[in-house]
Structure formats: C-alpha cells, structure tokens
C-alpha cells in the first residue's frame, strides 16, 4: 500500500506540475499578454486562488472523475497510477510542443482506456455528458465574449494598450476568479483520481505547489500561444477573455461536469477574434470570407489546438491501455 501511494504520489505530482505548464499558463497569458503583471507576479496571484477553489468547491468535480465514470478504479492502486502517468504522459508531451490541450480530456479518455482494458462496466452517459462539454465550452465562452467584448466596446473604443491603468485592477480579479475555477474544475479532474488513494488533504497543498512549479518552468511556451499567438491581446481583451472564460467553467461547477479552462479561454480568444474581423470586415460576413482574412500564423495556431483537442482522448486511452498491460506483465 505504500508503495502504492509514492507511485500515486508521484504520478499526480507530475501530471499537475505539467498542468500548470499547460491549463494554468491559460489563466495568466492574458494577464502577461496584456503586460499588465510580470510573469511571476501572475503565478503567484494563480497558485493562491487554484487552491482556494480547490478547497472551496473541489468536492463538486471530485467524485464525478474519481468513482462516477468506472466502478472499480477506487479498488485499483495500479489502475490509478496508469491513469494518472498516461494522462501526464500527453500532457508533457503537448506542453513541449506548446500545444493547448484539455487536462480533463486527457484524464477522462485514460480512466476509458483503463475501463476498456480492464473490462470494467463504463458511464457512458456521464462519459457522453463530459465529452459533449468539450464542444460547448469553447462555443458558450466564444459567444459570450463576443457579447461582452461588444457591450464594452461601445463604451471604450480605444482599447489600446494606452488603457492599461484602467484595466489593470478588473483584469487582475478576472485572473484571480478564472484561477479559481480552475482549481475547483480542472484541478480536481486530477485529485479525484489520486483520492482513490492519497488524502485529499495533502493532494490540494502538494498539488498547488506542482502546479506554480508547472507555471513557471514550463509555462512559458502555452503563454505564448493563448496570449500572444490566437488574436491581439490588450488589457481590456485580456479582462474579457478571462470573465468569460471563467463563467462558463463556473457554471460546469454547479452542474457537476468536469471541464477545461484550456477550452473556456483559448474559446474566448477566438470569440475575439472573431468580433473583430466583423468589425473590421464588414462587408466581409461570410466564413469564407472572414477566415480568408485570418494571418496564416493565426490559422495555423487554431488548426493545431483543434488537432490537439481531437486526438487527446484518442491517444491518452491506447496509452493507459497498453500501459495497464504492460505493467500487469512486470508486476
């Protein structure tokens, strides 16, 4: 057994080490596109309210991956251990190619590979229910950005980076509530996995730590993409990107339904880009038309993160499949 919980241990360590590299540098590129905080600042103001989220509302996410998807991975050390290194496995992967990618895809589609293998009675409902949030998280966060973005736009047309002061304050809480949801979301896909095994306790404290270490040893490159790379981020870009981002994750709280804060902001980025062009493009009003007027660089930027959503799910099951096998052999 205690061998069992080093490996867990372990395994949870690394994958949120390499969450923060990855769904947390999401909830700071924003804040460090718009330059409104330095780098570390940004960290540290992410890592305080990811635990406090935790803490707070973890318990909604929490039982729904660890004990609501297969029935017997609670009684499974190994099986944990499986899910939680294939899981970390991917997201390493994606971090160091800077590819966003969904840390809740990335769980669930391993503890699927682990049922599969195992031969395990699977929730496909619950499983249907997940993966359809994949697909209206990024569009809810899309539309209400657009609806945001348009309201204040109408009251602050320049929204240049000269706007920085004003912004500064509203864009520091929006990264502090999106850092939040994060960690009573995303944050518990993981946990409540390696609950199975570890206290809760020490997962949410060590977890934490793992997960500002992700951020500024790895983080970097996801920054690059989420803030800099998918649109123009400004101050009161980055506030609006953050606000909606964060409610469409926090009303995945409340329902139950474990999410991804990779999918609310990079969704909320494209909405602004997307306000954009018909702003600027007005007689350009078709999708054709519109994405015709996307940079190269940007098309290529939203075809890899839509790559990296599809295969996610795909990739991390074979993993933890194979993995689960191969180490039924050796042990």
Known sequence: ??????????ATFFLLYFMGGNAAGHMTGPLIGARVLTFKKAVLFSAIAVFIGALLQGHLIRAV??????SNLQADSLGVVVVLLSAAAWVCLATIFGWPVSISQSVIGSVIGYGLITNTIINWSRVATIFGSVILNPLFAAVLTIALYAGLHRFFPSDDDEKKRIWAIPLLLSTIYASYTLGANTFNSVVGVA??????????????????????????????????????????TAFVIQLAGALVLHVFIYLGIPSTATLAVIGATFGVGVFRKFKDNVQKNTVAQLWQSVPEKRKG???????????????????????????????
């Open 1 to 10: 057994m205690f061998f069992s919980i080093i490996l867990v241990a372990a």
């Open 65 to 70: 991956i660890g004990k609501g998807i297969v």
């Open 195 to 236: 609950a199975n095994v570890m206290n809760s306790g020490w997962l949410l404290v060590g977890g934490t730590i793992a997960l500002a270490l992700g951020i500024l040893i790895f983080g970097k490159r996801v920054i690059k993409t989420a803030g800099f790379e998918v649109t123009h981020i400004n101050p009161m």
């Open 301 to 331: 930027t939203m075809l890899k993160i839509l790559l990296a959503w599809f295969i996610t799910p795909i990739f991390v099951a074979g993993l933890a499949a194979a993995l689960y096998v191969l180490l039924k052999l050796l042990i």
